[in-house]
């Protein structure tokens, strides 16, 4: 018999279903995923496809940190892969403990829409029995847009750099620049690159390689940013700052990926 379908999709049910309290909590669960897969399975076509599919459902989990609710033909579109392959897939990564898929209702008819998928937490990680505490990390901070708009507006064009020398060295001295220019908090910083690097895929899980080269990525990082800017100056309001950013780098890549341009 099938169970019954009783969870709504709405932005509460899918923060209820949020998994992990912070983004570095995931990323650590997907790359102990990685290994169990190149350990456990033995077809390494089938382990790259996995893989694949672990780190576009991880890149599309942040606004409800380890949950995604993308539909399987958007998955296998993506991925370019057949809608069956992905089923099979989906089915695998469930096998393992690694996900598990959410029957969803739509409000408005009550019929059944595309499924919620939760990442498990690896063993020893945050349980996910309980829903979520904030955390300083977590992108699903709520924060106002009034604040940076206030910023923008008021901001004198004679900015002093020296408070955000404590920027991580691992964020590009040119994207710090700019993002500085609005937010003077290094973590704050620190955080947009976080996002920026999280959404640059693996594109051979061979050697490990990257849909982007680091001076893409700096590029693509100062293109969503300005876009981010121009979108609050236009008036947009933005609840989870971190969250409406992810959308814009990922967009931005799903297409640049195919610019022959400036990929080369």
Not at 64 to 89: C, D, H, P
Not at 202 to 211: E, F, P
Request: hydrophobic fraction near 40%; proline fraction near 2%; include cysteine.
């Amino acid at each position: 018999m099938k169970k019954k379908i009783n969870v709504i999709a709405s932005v509460d049910a899918f923060h209820n279903l949020s998994t992990f309290e912070n983004i570095e909590d995931m990323n650590k669960t997907i790359r102990t995923y990685r290994d169990i897969i190149k350990s456990s399975v033995s077809r390494s076509d089938v382990q790259a496809r996995l893989i694949a599919l672990l780190e576009l459902l991880k890149r599309h989990s942040c606004k409800q940190i380890g949950v995604s609710y993308m539909s399987k033909n958007t998955i296998a579109e993506k991925l370019e892969f057949s809608y069956k392959t992905v089923q099979r897939l989906m089915k695998k990564l469930e096998d393992l403990g690694m996900i598990r898929q959410v029957p969803m209702k739509r409000k408005k008819d009550m019929l059944q829409t595309a499924n919620a998928i939760q990442i498990i937490p690896a063993k020893n990680d945050v349980s996910d029995k309980t829903p979520p505490k904030k955390s300083k990390k977590c992108p699903t901070i709520k924060t106002t847009s009034i604040s940076l708009k206030q910023i923008i507006i008021n901001k004198r064009k004679s900015v002093s750099f020296s408070q955000s020398n404590f920027v991580a060295y691992w964020v590009p001295e040119q994207f710090s620049k700019l993002v500085n220019y609005y937010y003077q908090k290094a973590e704050i910083i620190q955080e947009f690159w976080k996002v920026v690097k999280q959404n640059n895929a693996i594109v051979n899980h061979v050697d490990g390689s990257r849909a982007f080269t680091d001076k893409q990525l700096i590029a693509i990082g100062e293109r969503a940013f300005k876009e981010f800017v121009m979108k609050i100056k236009a008036g947009k309001r933005i609840k989870n700052i971190y969250g409406y950013f992810n959308g814009i780098v990922n967009n931005l890549m799903d297409k640049l990926f195919f610019d022959h341009d400036f990929m080369n």
